[in-house]
């Protein structure tokens, strides 16, 4: 991290002014690393060109697909290896989208190199390395984000500031569900019980209720063709659980991987008192909102019958303002951003990466780190997460068996 000392003269003999600078180091731009190009290579051009980044660098052991990505870039430069990011002590922060089977083993390496990591989702498949994350972190102080991108998609941030409105009334449920075909991905995803990547399902609705999951019980169903079954033991194509959240509030949340027809798509609904928000059905549709009406007055003058409810799409925007100008195109696929009026082509809802996500993930990673804040999916609320997945998949096992969530996962 490089130290910046704005407006003050450096000046050893006036140890106030000494004092003051050594209690006052203002961290303002951060040397990163992209590890994973694949799915990670989205994220290139966004740190390329975002205000806060003082050097940039990039590293996958394919190193034709490093050259690709670096090419059009302005400040890319590519590490050779893992270990030499590592070592690097210019390195302030690293961003792993690496393989599943990695995320364990390179966040502690990095945590314990000394840098803030960012890390895709899932944070861990297990709850001994969610707790073996969480005390790195404790031990390292360093930070620790989690790049979840169903929770910084422009249906979130709508239904987030409606909610802290109190349009919606008083939150009734919530339900979540993630669907997508993953026959033919690489091979560590061939029969992963769908929970253990639970992360889109269940993630927005413990950020939504504001409370960490208590207890889940998980129900495992369909059948799945034998040889997807030996690599996990998980005999399921998808599952669904239901959630209790410390709060009282109820949920439930549905995942499929396999042998299961459905388009993709990560989804969350909110059930309210007053409004309930429904996500699309088909992607890049809009989603729907139900507006709780007063009583129709029926011809003998008392109230009819049920309240009326009115029920229209409802777009959710764009809140690419929340971002610094370099990076709000990427809230937009590029195809729908026009450099000749890009103001206009930003009021359009949010079509980038996974409904305008990855720009605000970046972002909030960047800043939870030069702002020494907690990330707003770190390693305690985002180890709930993960554990209530964990737990509903050994639930399913057990026929249903109700699990508490373990204390040290309640943030
Ligand atoms: N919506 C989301 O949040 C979302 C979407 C897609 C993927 N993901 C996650 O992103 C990760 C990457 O997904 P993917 O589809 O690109 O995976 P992938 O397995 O296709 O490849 C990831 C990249 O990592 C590289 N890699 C292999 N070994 C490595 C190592 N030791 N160190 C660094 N890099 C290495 C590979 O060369 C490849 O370019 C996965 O963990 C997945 O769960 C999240």
Known sequence: MRLNYPNVTWNLRHIDTFQYLENNIIMNKLNLVLVGLGFGAAFAPIYDVHPDIASFGIFDPDPTLAKNVAAPLK??????SFDEVLKDSAVDAVHLVSPIPLHVEQTLAVLNAGKHCACTVPMALTLNDLQAIIDAVKKTKKSYCVMETAVYSTHFFKVMEMLKKGEFGSIQFLRGAHYQDMEYWPDYWMGLPPMFYGTHAIGPLVMLADSPIVRV????????????????GNPFPIETMQIEFASGLKAEATRSLFETAHAYTEQFNLYGSKKTFEWEQIEREQPVLHTLLPPKTGENGKPMRGLPVEVRHFPTGNFHVLLPEEIRRFTLRSADYDETN?????????????????????HEFIRSVLEERKAYINELNGANIVAAGVCAHESAIRGGEIINIPDCFLW
């Not at 400040?75 to 050779?80: D, G, L, N, P, S």
């Not at 019980?217 to 996990?232: A, P």
Request: proline share 5%; glycine share 14%.
């Open 75 to 80: 400040k890319a430069r590519i590490y050779q």
């Open 217 to 232: 019980r998980g129900l495992g169903s369909g059948t799945m063709r034998k040889e997807l079954q030996t690599q996990y």
């Open 342 to 362: 890009p103001q206009l082509s930003l009021e359009r809802d949010a079509s980038g990466g996974h409904r305008g996500s990855h720009p605000h993930m970046v």
